[in-house]
């Protein structure tokens, strides 16, 4: 059965497996846990080594590696032609909806020229007869 | 967010490539650094940076300012990084580089706990580098840049659980490796 940490009374090996989990607060554990750790000398070394592993690893984040020369010279160029393919492709869509708008104008001139031609025929066509 | 980089949030938003651009001298090390501690290496680390500026530019409009900007950065920079590893996982037949040399920038005055904390920092980086890429991923998140799980799992594709029981995993693994307890370095010599 698996444990379970907030009702059973944990042994010293379930324990040892919760450790790394509360390696960053042993205060949020549940009280059975801190009390095994209270008085375990095992559990409370592990607990140790876990925080001297958790120290080690936030002290890197003040570590900063030197990327290569050259290379943020490269993202901006990188970010620039990026920008110029944009710039492109919006003026290119601007100019088709231009030409698509332009021949859908002439479209419906020539449609409502055609209209009026077609009704003077027929009004034409009426008064003659 | 420090104010100078809001400012320069603010006006890269509206369109200022120039502000965009300073957005990238002052975060570009250290998001470089975080490539490199997730894949590795310098030529993965350095395609991964380019393409998580350029996905960070392209999507400025969706960042809310509710964090900082280095943060929505290290986000996309984690995601990126996924992306290259699994990529990697695929065609695998890299070997883990040996000759990458972590530069220190700082600098001591007590020589001898200058080389005591250089030394355990050394062993912590090859450690971590011996890790698996889906542990390691995790654990430089969490518990290097301070990523919620939440955070750490949306942008590796996981779950939040699978996050946590890596997170578990990477760090036991780690202190077996770097602190083991009496009994434990001679399991690990058998």
């Known amino acids: 059965?698996?444990?379970d940490s907030a009702v059973s009374t944990p042994t010293c090996d379930e324990i040892v497996s919760l450790l790394s989990d509360y390696a960053d607060g042993i205060e949020t554990a549940p009280d059975n846990v801190r009390k095994h750790v209270d008085s375990c000398i095992r559990c409370q070394a592990e607990l140790v080594q876990?925080?001297?592993?958790?120290?080690?690893?936030?002290?890197?984040?003040?570590e900063v590696l030197e990327p290569a020369p050259g290379h943020l010279t490269a993202v901006?160029?990188?970010?620039?032609?990026?920008?110029?393919?944009?710039?492109v492709r919006?003026?290119?869509?601007?100019?088709?909806?231009?030409y698509v708008g332009g021949i859908a104008l002439a479209t419906a001139a020539?449609?409502?020229?055609?209209?009026?031609?077609?009704?003077?025929?027929?009004?034409r066509r009426a008064l003659a007869s | 967010m420090t104010p100078d980089l809001a400012d320069r949030v603010t006006a890269a938003k509206a369109g200022d490539r120039s502000a965009f651009d300073d957005l990238v001298r002052a975060t570009?090390?250290?998001?470089?650094t975080l490539a490199f501690r997730l894949v590795g290496n310098e030529e993965d680390s350095r395609d991964v940076v380019q393409e998580a500026y350029l996905r960070a530019y392209k999507s400025l409009g969706k960042f809310r300012e509710d964090a900082a900007f280095s943060t929505w950065l290290y986000r996309i920079v984690a995601n990126c990084s996924s992306t290259a590893l699994s990529k990697r996982s695929r065609h695998r037949h890299d070997v883990l580089d040996e000759?990458?040399?972590?530069e220190d920038t700082r600098v001591e005055n007590d020589p001898v706990a200058h080389n005591e904390a250089l030394a355990e920092r050394d062993r912590l980086t090859a450690a971590l580098e011996d890790l698996p890429d889906a542990l390691r991923s995790v654990v430089v998140l969490r518990d290097v840049y301070d990523l919620p799980h939440e955070a750490i799992a949306a942008e590796l594709g996981i779950s939040e659980a699978n996050a946590k029981v890596r997170l578990h995993r990477a760090r036991r693994k780690l202190r077996e490796t770097l602190y083991p307890l009496r009994g434990e370095?001679?399991?690990?010599?058998v």
């Open chain 1, 76 to 87: 901006l160029a990188h970010l620039e032609a990026a920008g110029e393919r944009s710039a």
């Open chain 1, 50 to 62: 876990y925080r001297r592993l958790l120290r080690g690893l936030h002290n890197l984040r003040t």
């Open chain 2, 28 to 32: 570009h090390a250290d998001a470089y």
């Open chain 1, 110 to 123: 020539a449609g409502a020229a055609g209209a009026v031609v077609l009704a003077g025929r027929a009004r």
């Open chain 2, 185 to 189: 370095d001679q399991a690990h010599a």
């Open chain 1, 90 to 98: 919006s003026m290119l869509s601007g100019r088709r909806v231009a």
């Open chain 1, 1 to 3: 059965m698996p444990f």
């Open chain 2, 99 to 102: 000759e990458a040399i972590i």
